[in-house]
Nanobody, 121 residues
């Protein structure tokens, strides 16, 4: 059974950092493109970052470029999202998603349940 589970969310002050993890079970992440998305209350879901499966190419939304870093540890079957210099507007539920494809797609097949990130003083 394919499953993704996010962890690492929480409450952090503006300017702080968090590292989100996306752990996979039931399949090997090596051959999957992995994306991170977020959804704030009353807003549409937004693509945050993606990492391809073959060459590890990464993509970022303009709103997080230079502050967030996506990485993958295939040995641990986990993808990470390091979030630095957090802002209140980064507050959202963060989701990871996977698709069995080499490049970063527009649509994903598998989704985790999400983890809440709140940036507030």
């Amino acid at each position: 059974q394919v499953q993704l589970v996010e962890s690492g969310g929480g409450l952090v002050q503006p300017g702080g950092s968090l590292r989100l993890s996306c752990a996979a079970s039931g399949f090997t992440l090596d051959y999957y493109a992995i994306g991170w998305f977020r959804q704030a209350p009353g807003k549409d879901r937004e693509g945050v970052s993606c990492i391809s499966s073959t060459d590890g190419r990464t993509y970022y939304a303009d709103s997080v470029k230079g502050r967030f870093t996506i990485s993958r540890d295939n040995a641990k079957n986990t993808v990470y999202l390091q979030m630095n210099s957090l802002k209140p507007e980064d507050t959202a539920v963060y989701y990871c998603a996977a698709r069995h494809i080499s490049y970063c797609p527009y649509e994903f097949d598998y989704w985790g349940p999400g983890t809440q990130v709140t940036v507030s003083s």
